[in-house]
């Protein structure tokens, strides 16, 4: 059973706290938000928890996880761990870290700082966050182009940690129109009972995309 009380600090337009509560809502678990904004972020309160001063963080009972992925490994692993969202046969495991791998390099360097960049204002490289979301999404095309998953015949947590900053890299710039393997993978995860989108980003998407 879940503890008393779950409590998840993030924000609503961030995809790393997306990931978490789209897997909350998957696996039934009843929990609150707390959003945490730059301020609340900065502050000694919120240090205590994550001394990085990063969303998304979980608290569940007198435990506290930071770091999106491993949030989700453990709801899955506590709550669920008979359950197809985190298998546990060797290949299926090994192949879900590789996109939780992806999810925290390609998809985290190139669509989501892309985003940051042209919705929030982030002082980074945009030209290199593209080339890196290009070459992803080109690898992405040709994988889903024989299946409907990332890792497995089913939705794992790999589908949720990738979904978000894909499903919006238009909001940076990035068109998802050349991928129709993708955009498919995307529709199939927005399909799912449970699913919740993320609200729009303050500045409209810099394309005019139906998979944004």
């Not at 980074?124 to 299946?147: P, S, Y």
Request: with cysteine.
């Amino acid at each position: 059973m879940p503890s008393p009380e779950i409590i998840l600090h993030g924000t609503p337009l961030s995809g790393h706290a997306h990931r978490v509560e789209l897997l909350l809502l998957a696996l039934g678990l009843p929990y609150r938000n707390e959003e945490a904004p730059a301020d609340v972020r900065r502050s000694d309160a919120f240090r205590k928890l994550n001394p990085l001063g990063q969303i998304p963080v979980l608290q569940d009972g007198d435990l506290t996880f930071a770091d999106s992925n491993a949030i989700m490994v453990y709801l899955v692993r506590r709550y669920a761990p008979d359950s197809t969202w985190l298998p546990l046969d060797p290949i299926g495991a090994a192949n879900v870290q590789r996109w939780l791998s992806i999810a925290a390099g390609e998809v985290m360097h190139g669509p989501s700082i892309a985003r940051l960049i042209t919705q929030f204002g982030l002082k980074d490289d945009k030209a290199r966050a593209q080339r890196i979301a290009a070459k992803l999404l080109a690898f992405m095309e040709e994988h889903l182009a024989t299946r409907d998953y990332l890792a497995t015949v089913h939705p794992t947590i790999a589908d949720l940690a990738c979904y978000s900053y894909v499903a919006h890299a238009p909001e940076g710039g990035i068109s998802l129109k050349p991928y129709p393997a993708v955009r498919n993978w995307l529709a199939r995860i927005e399909a799912l009972p449970f699913f919740k989108p993320i609200p729009p980003s303050p500045l409209p998407a810099e394309l005019d995309d139906d998979a944004a």
